[in-house]
């Protein structure tokens, strides 16, 4: 499977991602550029900033991208 189909899946079926999770869970280490494919395509994938807890302490934001169910794909 390609890391756009297991994108679109993991958005589709499971939830947001991050980049982290994408890295962790697909070895994906440019999400943003698969988004951008994705979205390319006709995908309606949005993003939202989201506060994380690091593990050193303190908050990071990073980017959650999400799928939007209510808009139609253009394929």
Do not use: S
Request: contains cysteine; proline residues 3%; positive net charge.
């Amino acid at each position: 499977m390609k890391q756009c189909d297991m994108i679109l899946d993991h958005l589709q079926n499971i939830g947001p991602l991050t980049q982290l999770e994408a890295l962790q869970r697909y070895g994906c280490g440019r999400l943003g550029a698969r988004i951008w494919d994705l979205r390319h395509a006709g995908f309606p994938i949005k993003a939202r900033n989201v506060k994380i807890k690091k593990a050193i302490g303190g908050e990071a934001t990073v980017a959650e991208y999400y799928y939007v169910r209510d808009e139609k794909a253009d394929i």
